[in-house]
C-alpha cells in the first residue's frame, strides 16, 4: 500500500468516525470532506479494507449510497449486518430498503471543530473545507441535463 493510499484511507476512516450514532453520510459526502466527491467509490473500498481491530472505533456502518441504500457490491453477510447496526442505532428504512437522508443524514463535520485531516498529506490536492455539506448538494456524475448534455 502507498503512502498516500494509506493517507487517504485514515483520511476516510477519521471523516467516518465523526458520524454520530442515529447519522448516515453518502460515500460522496465522505468523499467530499477526504479529497473531492468523485472519490466516492474509493471511500467505499477504503472502509471495506478497515482492519479487523478499528471494527469497533470506525463506523463503518454509517456511510450508505446516495440513494439511501446499503451497497452489497457482491457481498452477501456485510450488508445485512450493516442493516443490523444500523437499525440498532434507529435508523429507520422504508419498505424498499431506504434511508430517508432528511431525517437521518449528518450534516458534516462541526464549522467551528477540528477538521480531523489537519497533519495528512492527501497528495497535496485541495480538501472542502469544514463544515456542512447538506445531504443531496453533491453534484451527480450526470449533471442535470444526463451524461451527453441532452
Given at each position: 500500500m502507498t503512502p498516500r493510499g494509506q493517507a487517504f484511507r485514515e483520511a476516510v476512516y477519521r471523516v467516518t468516525s465523526l458520524i454520530p450514532r442515529g447519522r448516515v453520510a453518502t460515500y460522496a459526502q465522505v468523499a467530499t470532506y477526504v479529497v473531492s466527491p468523485r472519490h466516492a467509490r474509493a471511500v467505499g473500498n477504503a472502509l471495506k479494507e478497515l482492519p479487523?481491530?478499528?471494527?469497533?472505533?470506525?463506523p463503518w456502518q454509517r456511510v450508505i449510497n446516495s440513494a439511501g441504500r446499503i451497497s452489497a457490491r457482491g457481498e452477501v453477510h456485510r450488508p445485512i449486518l450493516q442493516e443490523k447496526l444500523l437499525r440498532k442505532e434507529g435508523v429507520e428504512f422504508d419498505r424498499y430498503g431506504r434511508v430517508d437522508l432528511a431525517i437521518h443524514g449528518w450534516a458534516g463535520p462541526e464549522p467551528d471543530g477540528d477538521f480531523p485531516l489537519e497533519g495528512l498529506d492527501l497528495d497535496g490536492g485541495p480538501r472542502a473545507p469544514a463544515g456542512p455539506i447538506p445531504v443531496g448538494a453533491v453534484p451527480?456524475?450526470?449533471g442535470a441535463k444526463g451524461r451527453r448534455g441532452r
Open positions: 479487523p481491530e478499528r471494527v469497533d472505533r470506525v451527480s456524475r450526470r
